[in-house]
């Protein structure tokens, strides 16, 4: 995919509008920095939990990309429906927790647990954030825009950090296990100016560009309410358990190791067998 020359627009402000969006988004993003962190040392001891934590954040990929296809002919999804071919992330979540949970029983209780028979998503979390997209698709509100470009460059730019770990966590050697990060592109960096410049070039007024920098600031703030639920995963109790056994195991050990230095430090001469 090449990328096509920069005819990018400032907004009246005089800043890219992809700058005034990480400007107001700077303490939410850096709290989410933090959430992600802190959540993803304990995930990540789990393939179970990890693909509960998945399964949180597919359904949203799964409908954010429902609704440009959708509405791929009108403005603003038809400025960004073409790069959906190489962004899109649906079944690569689909894949993924196929690889870590490979009980088909366990699978389908999970995303039983994710989506009713009614169509109402679970956690409430999630279920909210669903419909917040489509009140934005319903209304035609150009804030739209703030989560194809906030959720797709943070599988982009954070996923490259979050990819290593799990890769290291579950001892993966190959692409198998972390499609969500996988991209069919000679250089991601590529695809995520792409999408920058395509954001830019979205025409908007100054009441319109305050829109969609509240919107932006809710992006955040809602995936951070989402992360936290992984709390309430019947596998993190599990994981946590067996965190802490592990850490006081080792803990023990390390304990005994370090008292038999000191022991050792302080009567080392008069431990020696008499010659």
């Not at 509100?141 to 989560?147: M, R, V, W």
Request: one cysteine or more.
């Amino acid at each position: 995919m090449s990328t096509p020359p920069s005819t990018e627009t400032t907004t009246m402000t005089g800043t890219k509008l992809t700058d005034l969006m990480r400007q107001r988004t700077k303490k939410p993003h850096d709290r989410s920095d933090r959430v992600v962190n802190l959540r993803l040392a304990l995930v990540i001891t789990s393939r179970e939990l990890w693909a509960e934590a998945l399964s949180l954040f597919a359904p949203i990929y799964i409908e954010m990309e429902s609704i440009l296809e959708r509405n791929k002919t009108k403005e603003p999804y038809k400025s960004l429906y073409p790069l959906l071919s190489g962004l899109k992330r649906s079944s690569k979540f689909e894949q993924d927790i196929a690889f870590f949970l490979t009980n088909e029983q366990d699978r389908q209780e999970l995303w039983k647990r994710r989506k009713d028979s009614d169509g109402k998503y679970h956690p409430e979390v999630l279920d909210r954030y669903i419909q917040r997209m489509r009140e934005l698709e319903k209304a035609n509100s150009p804030a739209i825009i703030c989560y194809f470009y906030h959720m797709n460059m943070a599988m982009m730019a954070g996923g490259a950090f979050v990819k290593k770990a799990v890769m290291r966590a579950f001892k993966l050697k190959t692409d198998d296990g972390i499609q969500i990060f996988t991209y069919e592109v000679d250089s991601v960096k590529v695809i995520r100016e792409e999408l920058k410049s395509l954001i830019n070039n979205i025409k908007l007024d100054e009441k319109e560009t305050e829109i969609v920098l509240q919107e932006s600031v809710r992006v955040f703030e809602q995936n951070n309410a989402l992360v936290d639920t992984v709390q309430d995963s019947p596998w993190y109790s599990v994981a946590a358990r067996d965190c802490l056994v592990y850490i006081a195991k080792w803990g023990a050990i390390v304990g005994v190791v370090i008292a038999g230095v000191v022991i050792a430090s302080r009567y080392g001469p008069s431990l020696q067998p008499s010659e």
